[in-house]
């Protein structure tokens, strides 16, 4: 619901010396001010505008001023115009007061200010934010991190991001990640590995407004990466692995990480071998419980070429080219 209401001062005065300003009825749709809830509009602001009326006959006046008690308590500054306003972003029971400042009466009183009584308002934030856009995946400079981007929300009431990811191989569905008020983020856990890395990532972004409005999630990306501390990843929830075999980095120069996961108890072989079936090095043979392993290849004392690495569990096979770039 969009809604910008006006609210408007009348001033009335009598031969008392009881005059006072008061708040009439709003004209454009003829109900009383006070209690009133009006609502944000889709950007996240609802906007006030004010204009001050005096019955000229009784007094003069010099000036018009108006001020706003915000939700947390504190009243704005006066705002000394016959016609203004504010637009408020936070959610919340607000109060309005206004004052004129006369110049003289019919009485013979000078110089004096009179006050409105002080009125009740609402503003309700009902509306979420929009869908983030745009979100993308790859590697952040320099430490090659995976790193997300999208494009900026432009609620004024926006407040955060939260990033969620998924890794395919926990079986543990979407986690709350972290939270950012920034339109990127660095996951400190992955490396950007497509292709090539341990596990399968996939990633999702929604916003929050400072209403606890939520959008709806953004589209996904997903990429292979590599765990940092690959310790911590290495025996999550054995039953959903399978055999599986990569390398990372790959190319490399002149070391990489080969990673292995196996489904079933048993004797695994990890063998390199150059292009014409010779022998480099056995890596692992040993048995080794359902979970995910890795261990390192070092190139130092070989030409630069493809390399096959061969993991030999029970009746499975797996292959995987290494490309070692000097």
Not at 18 to 44: C, E, I, M, R, T
Not at 65 to 94: E, I, L, M
Not at 213 to 228: D, I, K, Q, W
Not at 274 to 284: F, P, Q, R
């Amino acid at each position: 619901m969009k809604k910008i209401f006006f609210i408007l001062f009348l001033t009335v005065t009598s031969l008392a010396y009881s005059a006072n300003v008061y708040f009439d009825y709003d004209p454009s749709d003829h109900q009383p001010l006070d209690g009133l809830s009006y609502y944000s509009q889709s950007y996240g602001r609802a906007c006030m505008s004010y204009h001050i009326l005096t019955v000229s006959s009784f007094f003069v006046v010099d000036s018009y001023c108006a001020k706003v008690q915000y939700p947390d308590g504190h009243w704005s500054d006066w705002q000394c115009s016959q016609s203004g306003g504010w637009c408020f972003t936070q959610a919340g029971t607000y109060h309005i007061e206004g004052c004129v400042h006369v110049v003289y009466d019919m009485n013979g009183q000078n110089n004096y200010y009179m006050y409105s009584n002080i009125l009740t308002f609402y503003v309700i934030d009902n509306l979420v934010p929009a869908t983030t856009q745009n979100l993308s995946i790859g590697a952040n400079p320099g430490n090659n991190l995976v790193k997300l981007t999208w494009t900026a929300n432009s609620e004024y009431d926006l407040s955060l991001y939260e990033i969620w990811r998924e890794v395919d191989e926990f079986g543990t569905g979407y986690v709350s990640l972290a939270t950012t008020t920034n339109t990127s983020y660095v996951d400190q856990e992955m490396y950007y590995a497509p292709g090539a890395g341990l596990v399968n990532s996939r990633y999702k972004v929604r916003a929050l407004d400072i209403n606890s409005n939520y959008s709806g999630y953004s589209s996904e990306v997903s990429s292979r990466t590599e765990p940092m501390n690959k310790q911590s990843f290495m025996n999550i929830n054995a039953s959903n692995y399978d055999y599986d075999l990569k390398n990372f980095p790959n190319p490399f120069n002149p070391q990489t990480n080969i990673t292995y996961s196996i489904k079933e108890t048993g004797l695994i072989q990890l063998k390199v071998y150059n292009m014409l079936g010779k022998e480099i090095v056995t890596l692992v043979n040993e048995d080794k419980n359902p979970g995910i392993y890795s261990v390192s290849f070092d190139g130092t004392n070989l030409p630069s070429g493809i390399y096959i690495c061969t993991m030999k569990a029970d009746n499975n096979t797996k292959n995987q080219k290494l490309l070692l770039m000097k």
